[in-house]
T-cell receptor, first 116, second 111 residues
Framework: NAGVTQTPKFRVLKTGQSMTLLCAQD?????MYWYRQDPGMGLRLIHY???????AKGEVPDGYNVSRLKKQNFLLGLESAAPSQTSVYFC???????????????FGPGTRLTVL | KNQVEQSPQSLIILEGKNCTLQ??????????LRWYKQDTGRGPVSLTI?????NTKSNGRYTATLDADTKQSSLHITASQLSDSASYIC??????????FGSGTKLNVKP
């Protein structure tokens, strides 16, 4: 049982390049999330998914796209990377409803992205 | 404006000592409040989840308290250990998909 895994762990991009971050979970969770964490700031929700084939915007969705083609995977894409997207990206999953009283989110180890 | 503010920003204590971290929030309506521990270079790990009706919840040496009237929560760590060195994050949920994360308190436990 690996929990939540993320690939890659580190990546350096040039402005304008594209990339996809992969999140996988083996806990059969319905809900999955992508966050970014910047120094001195709390985690901010980028996009989330409430089930296979669904996605929704979070607090800071601009410049990112997501897909949830399989229940266990949640992909985060950057079509044209910008220096402002330099951050640490965390994926998380949960069994119950987001914000629900029994909801515990399980986080992956993070991807450190630098955009030059 | 919905906000979650944590204090102090950083804290250094000696191994074996107790400490208390604070979380004040203005978000409304309140759904639940969670405390996470985040080790350096790792993702956050849930410590406690508290609903509106709960005042105290413990998880080993960690005890969280909640005062919904004053919109304050605290995380008390008893008999600190070196492994407690981490950032502690307070998260307040408003409804279905709204979470407000505090920026965290960085705790350093020294031998």
């Amino acid at each position: 049982n690996a929990g939540v895994t993320q690939t890659p762990k580190f990546r350096v991009l040039k402005t304008g390049q594209s990339m996809t971050l992969l999140c996988a979970q083996d806990m059969n969770h319905e809900y999955m999330y992508w966050y970014r964490q910047d120094p001195g700031m709390g985690l901010r929700l980028i996009h989330y998914s409430v089930g296979e084939g669904t996605t929704a915007k979070g607090e800071v969705p601009d410049g990112y796209n997501v897909s949830r083609l399989k229940k266990q995977n949640f992909l985060l894409g950057l079509e044209s990377a910008a220096p402002s997207q330099t951050s640490v990206y965390f994926c998380a999953s949960s069994y119950s409803m987001p914000g629900g009283n029994t909801d515990t989110q399980y986080f992956g180890p993070g991807t450190r992205l630098t955009v030059l | 404006k919905n906000q979650v503010e944590q204090s102090p920003q950083s804290l250094i204590i000696l191994e074996g000592k107790n400490c208390t971290l604070q979380c004040n929030y203005t978000v409304s309506p309140f759904s639940n409040l969670r405390w996470y521990k985040q080790d350096t270079g790792r993702g956050p790990v849930s410590l406690t989840i508290m609903t509106f009706s709960e005042n105290t919840k413990s998880n080993g040496r960690y005890t969280a308290t909640l005062d919904a009237d004053t919109k304050q929560s605290s995380l008390h760590i008893t008999a600190s250990q070196l492994s407690d060195s981490a950032s502690y994050i307070c998260v307040v949920s408003v409804d279905f998909n709204k979470f407000y994360f505090g920026s965290g308190t960085k705790l350093n436990v020294k031998p």
